[in-house]
């Protein structure tokens, strides 16, 4: 099961370092905030860069939530643990674990190489030199650009066309309408472009 930490904004990292030293292992299976694989262009080059995707959140998953919560509240800087009551906290439900997992894709790598949110290149696993044991990142999206449409190749985008508000494709950007955890958010996701077909000339 699937439980939301709502922390401070820029607290996401520090809060699931001071879980691994704090909290028993044995009440918890992960403990993460997604990234998101962005692309942007600096001095001319397209660089790879990782952002949150939900700031201020951190998700945990756990089979022992009475035990669990009893751990994390020994935990400083916790903002919020989502659906609290006097006992324990509300899991995710179900369409959001749904959404959360198709974000994520069904088999994503919790220990892929990739570089940290300031952009620097990481040499080890994903935010372990951060003290975590990794991270879990959103993919790029596969696009085709013919003329006026945009056709969506893979990637968390491939059969979202309804909630795709706009895609901004100079900045390798689409703009997305969620709904989660009871609430409509935007979140942006990055975009590459695998081919650009033009009108033939005549």
Same mark, same amino acid.
């Given at each position: 099961?699937? @439980?939301? /930490? *709502?922390?401070?904004?820029?607290?996401?990292?520090?809060?699931?370092? /001071? %879980?691994?030293?704090?909290?028993?292992?044995? $009440? @918890? &299976?992960?403990?993460f905030?997604?990234?998101?694989?962005?692309?942007?262009?600096?001095?001319?080059?397209?660089?790879?860069?990782?952002e949150? #995707?939900?700031? &201020?959140?951190?998700?945990?998953t756990?089979?022992?939530?009475?035990?669990?919560?009893?751990?994390?509240?020994?935990?400083? +800087? /916790?903002t919020? #643990? #989502?659906? +609290?009551?006097?006992?324990?906290?509300?899991?995710?439900?179900?369409?959001?674990?749904?959404?959360?997992?198709?974000?994520?894709?069904?088999? @994503?790598?919790?220990?892929?190489?990739? *570089?940290?949110?300031?952009?620097?290149?990481?040499?080890?696993d994903?935010?372990?030199?951060? &003290?975590?044991?990794? !991270?879990?990142s959103?993919?790029?999206?596969?696009?085709v650009?013919?003329?006026?449409?945009? !056709?969506?190749?893979?990637?968390?985008?491939?059969?979202?066309?309804?909630?795709?508000? +706009? %895609?901004?494709?100079?900045?390798?950007?689409?703009?997305?309408?969620?709904?989660?955890? &009871?609430?409509? $958010?935007? %979140? @942006?996701?990055g975009?590459?472009i695998?081919? +650009?077909?033009?009108?033939?000339?005549?």
């Amino acid at each position: 099961m699937y @439980y939301v /930490l *709502q922390v401070a904004p820029g607290m996401e990292n520090q809060t699931e370092i /001071l %879980i691994k030293e704090q909290v028993r292992k044995s $009440t @918890y &299976g992960s403990c993460f905030h997604p990234l998101r694989h962005m692309r942007k262009k600096f001095h001319g080059e397209w660089k790879d860069l990782y952002e949150k #995707l939900l700031p &201020g959140y951190v998700f945990i998953t756990s089979d022992s939530v009475k035990e669990l919560y009893q751990e994390l509240r020994r935990v400083p +800087k /916790l903002t919020k #643990l #989502l659906g +609290k009551d006097e006992e324990s906290f509300a899991a995710l439900c179900e369409k959001d674990v749904t959404w959360l997992e198709r974000m994520m894709g069904t088999a @994503y790598d919790r220990r892929r190489y990739v *570089q940290n949110e300031s952009g620097r290149e990481s040499g080890v696993d994903a935010g372990e030199k951060d &003290g975590l044991d990794y !991270a879990v990142s959103v993919g790029l999206s596969q696009v085709v650009v013919e003329q006026d449409t945009v !056709a969506i190749l893979s990637g968390p985008l491939k059969d979202m066309t309804g909630k795709i508000r +706009k %895609i901004h494709l100079h900045k390798r950007i689409a703009e997305v309408e969620a709904d989660f955890m &009871g609430r409509k $958010t935007v %979140i @942006y996701l990055g975009i590459e472009i695998v081919e +650009k077909k033009r009108e033939p000339v005549r």
